[in-house]
């Protein structure tokens, strides 16, 4: 399957989340609904098992499995399942379009990746463009505390910009579900102490939409997502898989105006198109690249010339006036 249609789905499949987190938290408690999407992702990996033990360890890899894992399901759901208490889903899904900006910052970092200028105004729009959607959005039903909700969202998206560097550098060794059994596990092993401080559900307060979202978050948007997404990390670089999770609140406006009703006021259709702007304007990090590749190419070659033509040049045949010297 081609890079390309994998980052499609799995960035579709993302932007669903929203709504099915919104459904199951509104029942339970997102502590329990997190153990319980790890855990469902843990199963099914399990069941998946010669293909989750594919896999060449290298010396220190623990390292980034260990960052990756605790970036990503660990802090990253814990900020994601508290943001959507405080934030609409729609609001959370804009939040997502600074990801590919701190996706380069980090990869220039930790992969030493080319950043440009147009990163660093870019992701001044996006971040300005966040902050403006915050303090226009007004306390809702559906967002009872912008604020924070909104807060929390772009912690957590700095959570899934260590994730996604993480796996560009593992990914090469890794099968996806490899890397996906491992966030299960680690994700239901993290979450698992925090049901002890929370009020469980009885029997006659279960709710069948907020389960049937729980084991869709955990088997489709989980295991199916984060599997098209770890995949064709693997194909293309990491800027590139960053660029796709603009389409997530794409997605997740959709959705929630189809399924959830929301409705947006002028004002935060505003701050969107500022932070639309600013990934327009990071998006030219691109062609940034491959011109400086290009003139880094140009000068190499020009320089093997000259050193291939001096070379020959002194390999060769005399000619007849210089042996009259």
């Not at 843990?42 to 290298?58: G, S």
């Not at 999770?245 to 198109?273: D, H, K, V």
Request: with cysteine.
């Amino acid at each position: 399957m081609p890079a390309s249609l994998c980052l499609i789905i799995a960035t579709f499949l993302w932007g669903s989340s929203f709504i099915a987190l919104k459904y199951a938290i509104a029942i339970y408690d997102p502590a329990l609904v997190i153990f319980l999407r790890m855990l469902t992702t843990l199963v099914l990996a399990l069941c998946l098992w010669r293909y989750v033990i594919r896999f060449d360890y290298h010396k220190g890899d623990w390292k980034y499995l260990v960052g990756m894992s605790l970036a990503e399901p660990c802090l990253y759901f814990l900020f994601e399942g508290h943001a959507m208490e405080y934030t609409s889903a729609s609001q959370a899904g804009v939040i997502v379009s600074c990801l590919p900006i701190i996706v380069a910052f980090l990869a220039f970092f930790m992969l030493k990746e080319y950043i440009s200028k147009a990163i660093v105004l870019g992701f001044t729009f996006c971040i300005g463009g966040s902050i403006l959607l915050t303090l226009l959005s007004p306390t809702s039903e559906q967002a009872p505390n912008p604020l924070l909700g909104n807060f929390l969202e772009l912690m957590a998206m700095v959570c899934a910009a260590f994730y996604t560097v993480s796996v560009k550098h593992l990914a090469a060794r890794y099968s996806p579900l490899t890397l996906i059994a491992l966030q299960g596990f680690s994700g239901s092993l993290f979450f698992a102490p925090f049901l002890l401080f929370i009020d469980l559900p009885s029997e006659n307060q279960h709710d069948l939409t907020a389960l049937l979202s729980i084991l869709y978050l955990g088997s489709c948007v989980t295991l199916g997502g984060y599997g098209m997404y770890n995949y064709a990390i693997s194909k293309v670089s990491v800027l590139t898989a960053a660029a796709y999770s603009n389409l997530i609140p794409i997605f997740t406006l959709i959705l929630s105006a189809i399924i959830l009703g929301e409705i947006l006021t002028l004002g935060q259709w505003l701050s969107i198109f500022v932070v639309f702007i600013g990934v327009m304007i990071s998006q030219r990090h691109q062609e940034l690249v491959i011109d400086v590749s290009d003139e880094a190419l140009s000068d190499d070659t020009l320089a093997a010339d000259t050193l291939s033509a001096e070379t020959s040049k002194r390999n060769s045949v005399p000619d007849a006036n210089e042996l009259k010297g």
